[in-house]
């Protein structure tokens, strides 16, 4: 059976798509995105997180450590801690044993017309993990979250065994979207199209960045990009989190993202209108 990494699994979650939710956030992610609010998904490791607020620097942590510098994942650090500030990001999961602790939800699922939700980091960075819990969890409502970078081949799978497709789209301009997500957005792109003639339900997502997308080019690409799908989909659009930054610190990192944080965001939301595309604020 397939084995996977997760950083987290939450209940009752309402964003995530339709009705009452439990999402499940892979570990993992090929983008960099400037404005990420969970970097803990990035690497594909188990990883030390560390909370700095309640701290009293007793160092008992490092009087623990048999690795000064160079963590070994021994997790001495986490049973040491006195206010338990520190805790262990990534859990392998089997994928069936998942799929089964997963389906105990289903009454809640059924009485709010909910499901499961698969997100990340970035589920398609793990297919054979994600494709064997769609498989799992057939005969509940399964949706993923992704950027859609990935290969057109595993894009194409994981989106025929599933009920519903939330893909961000973040950056039309090619040079953008490599300055602030590391990445080329021509996959993405190519991907989106393979998306628009499956069948499969989808949701476009796109976090509102200031200074970076908040333009009218960029919703009048959008526009054209969803132009002809229009009648089977929606936007959603996610202002920037002004706490993007707040667990960077707890995996030993600087928050520096390259924008003005505090610029006031724009509502170039026109091309939208015009163009008749169900759109929303989330």
């Not at 989106?192 to 499956?198: A, D, E, Y």
Request: one cysteine or more.
């Amino acid at each position: 059976m397939a084995e996977g990494l997760i950083f987290s699994i939450e209940e009752f979650t309402i964003y995530d798509g339709p009705g009452i939710r439990t999402s499940v956030f892979f570990k993992g992610c090929p983008l960099r995105c400037a404005w990420c609010h969970n970097p803990e998904g990035w690497k594909a490791r188990p990883q030390i997180v560390k909370s700095p607020n309640g701290c009293t620097h007793c160092k008992d942590c490092e009087k623990v450590c048999p690795s000064p510098g160079n963590c070994i994942l021994c997790r001495a650090c986490v049973a040491a801690c006195p206010n338990n500030l520190i805790r262990m990001s990534g859990t392998w999961r089997d994928a069936h044993e998942l799929a089964q602790e997963l389906r105990e939800f289903t009454p809640f699922f059924n009485s709010s017309k909910g499901g499961l939700t698969f997100s990340g980091g970035e589920v398609l960075a793990q297919p054979e993990f994600l494709l064997e819990l769609l498989k799992e969890t057939r005969g509940i409502h399964r949706a993923i979250e992704t950027s859609g970078y990935a290969k057109q081949e595993v894009f194409e799978k994981a989106i025929h065994d599933c009920d519903l497709v939330m893909m961000d789209l973040k950056v039309m301009d090619d040079e953008l979207h490599k300055k602030y997500t590391g990445v080329s957005n021509e996959r993405i792109l190519s991907n989106f199209q393979v998306l628009k003639n499956s069948g499969t339900p989808f949701v476009v997502r796109i976090p509102l960045i200031p200074g970076i997308n908040d333009t009218e080019s960029h919703f009048t690409g959008i526009a054209e990009a969803v132009g002809d799908a229009a009648d089977r989909t929606r936007v959603e659009i996610l202002p920037y989190n002004t706490m993007a930054g707040s667990k960077y610190a707890m995996l030993g990192m600087e928050y520096h993202p390259g924008f003005d944080t505090e610029k006031k965001l724009r509502s170039p939301f026109a091309p939208l209108k015009e163009a008749g595309i169900d759109w929303k604020i989330l």
